[in-house]
């Protein structure tokens, strides 16, 4: 019998691998033909060159300033402010979120404006961080936060409320003290919810940081596209979307990485 079901499970995990495989082979076929198709279009003149450049164009153009250094300065730029601002949103909005659990009163209080913040448009912000901050990267990182930690605390302090009432009334019956309540049951029940908005401020970090580039940067990926637009330079401006959107998947998928391990420990 044991033999069997091993024998059963051998097959699924080779099925899996199989269907992997073809799933992996059919996205890089896909972003190959594509690639290709925008190639001879551009060299075919069915596109304007000059707008819409081309993969060729593109590869020399990130070639050439990676060798300069100037595209890894740029690079590296964004990607430490995007990480500051991804870092700071996520433990930020947690803890904003975990002071409106303990204190019902507070989050009764905040509520209509925690709402109002979240339809605000937070990139008519930027100028404001810049006045009041500085051009710098501070109000880059501000400008980041704005849009993180908004996120942040809705979705987590949702998932708090969200813990089942009657396992917290169990928990209350034993003598637990709030405290011992968010630590022992909130928080564990809440952590699958807070690991995965790691995930949604990947995406709202680079979102922050680029716009604030473009309002104040004279350094960064950001930077580079405005560049690009005002010297009429689309090949670097496609560049930078490329190198950026290179950027953002490694670190989505670095973040989906750490997710399944933390996943897994608790």
């Known amino acids: 019998m044991e033999q069997l079901s091993a024998q059963v499970y ?4 080779q099925q899996e691998r199989s269907r992997t495989w073809q799933v992996r082979f059919t996205q890089t076929a896909l972003l190959v033909l594509f690639l290709l198709l925008w190639e001879g279009a551009a060299r075919l003149k069915w596109i ?13 153009m990130i070639y050439e300033k990676t060798l300069d250094g100037s595209l890894l300065l740029h690079t590296a730029v964004t990607v430490w402010e995007t990480i500051i601002g991804f870092v700071l949103g996520t433990l930020v909005g947690t803890a904003i979120a975990a002071l409106l659990w303990f204190s019902p009163f507070l989050s009764r209080v905040l509520d209509p404006y925690i ?4 339809s605000l448009p937070k990139v008519a912000l930027g100028p404001l961080f810049i006045v009041a901050l500085g051009p710098g990267a501070l109000s880059i990182v501000a400008t980041t936060l704005s849009i993180t930690v908004i996120i942040t605390v809705l979705v987590v302090y949702n998932s708090f409320r969200e813990v089942d009432p009657q396992l917290l009334k169990v928990v209350q019956l034993f003598g637990a003290a709030r405290r011992t309540v968010f630590q022992k049951v909130i928080l564990p029940a809440s952590y ?3 690991v995965s908005t790691l995930k949604v401020n990947v995406g709202l970090s680079w979102v922050g940081v680029i716009v604030g580039e473009f309002l104040v940067s004279k350094q960064g990926l950001g930077y580079l596209i405005i560049y690009g637009f005002q010297v009429f330079n689309f090949t670097l401006v496609i560049g930078s979307v490329v190198v950026i959107a ?10 989906a990485y750490l997710e399944s391990k933390l996943v897994r420990r608790s």
């Open 48 to 60: 304007d060159g000059l707008l819409f450049s081309s993969p060729s164009r593109i590869s020399v």
């Open 192 to 194: 699958p919810t807070i």
């Open 115 to 118: 709402v109002v913040l979240n």
């Open 10 to 13: 051998e097959a699924y995990l």
């Open 246 to 255: 290179i950027a953002a998947t490694l670190m989505y998928q670095g973040v």
